[in-house]
């Protein structure tokens, strides 16, 4: 009585996910769900500013649908340093027109429940503290979940759709600049372990990964990797 399916494309600076589900309400609480994200490691460099502290911003953009009758769809996205959430009070950051799904962490979120259609084009701003000349670990995560919105063991001739379309993009929108005693720097150097150009905006400056943040980086990704083949050879 239920049919739900998932799906996920993951790279550097995108995530591509979409969940479906159809079911009756007397199903106990069927539902799709995908997530993904990415890491990398970052090293902002000044020498004139080594040991200091700075808050560094990027965008994200997203841009998705919900079509739902009688179900619920939901769609998240946060952030995290050294595999831990940011907390929402760092300066900079904006949840753009999102939900927020947590009360003290950097988690957005958007949804629709009952009936109706929702398409999400948002934009939100992530806020990520660190020390000119340090080496941390980074990365962005989504989860998308399509079920119902209740359930009632006598409700077996009700029918419950919920579709959350995000396969289109939520992608990476380029790096605002650092935040360095309370003014906006975006005449910035910083050094990315994969090589991706986490800049991508004027003034911010993206050098070619040194060996020892290389090594992290593909560490980082090989661990995430494996946790993911881990999950799915227990399903």
């Keep these: 009585g239920a049919l739900n399916s998932a799906q996920a494309l993951v790279g550097m600076g995108e995530i591509h996910l979409q969940a479906q589900n159809q079911s009756r309400l007397s199903n106990q609480f069927a539902v799709g769900a995908a997530a993904g994200g990415w890491m990398d490691t970052m090293r902002f460099v000044d020498d ?3 040991g200091q502290s700075g808050i560094w911003l990027f965008q994200v953009d997203i841009d998705g649908t919900f079509s739902v009758g ?3 769809a939901l769609f998240q996205l946060n952030v995290v340093k050294d595999r831990r959430e940011l907390s929402n009070r760092v300066t900079g950051f904006d949840d753009g ?3 927020r799904t947590s009360t003290d962490v950097q988690r957005v979120g958007w949804g629709q429940l009952g009936t109706g ?3 999400i ?5 992530f806020a990520v503290p660190f020390t000119y000349g340090q080496d941390f670990s980074w990365g962005v995560f989504a989860t998308t979940m399509a079920g119902q919105s209740s359930w009632a063991p006598s409700l077996t001739n009700v029918a419950s759709r919920a579709t959350a379309d995000f396969s289109h993009t939520m992608r990476y929108s380029g790096s605002l600049g650092v935040m360095v005693d309370g003014v906006l720097r975006t005449d910035v150097t910083l050094v990315s372990g ?7 905006s004027p003034g911010v400056v993206n050098t070619v990964p040194e060996p020892g943040v290389a090594a992290l980086a593909l560490a ?3 661990a995430a990797g494996a946790a993911g083949r881990r999950r799915q ?3």
């Design 194 to 200: 994969s090589g991706f150009d986490w800049g991508a």
């Design 117 to 119: 259609v929702r398409t």
């Design 48 to 50: 004139a500013l080594t």
């Design 233 to 235: 050879r227990t399903h």
């Design 70 to 72: 009688g179900g619920n």
């Design 97 to 99: 027109q999102s939900e």
């Design 121 to 125: 084009d948002d934009r939100v701003t």
């Design 220 to 222: 980082a990704l090989l």
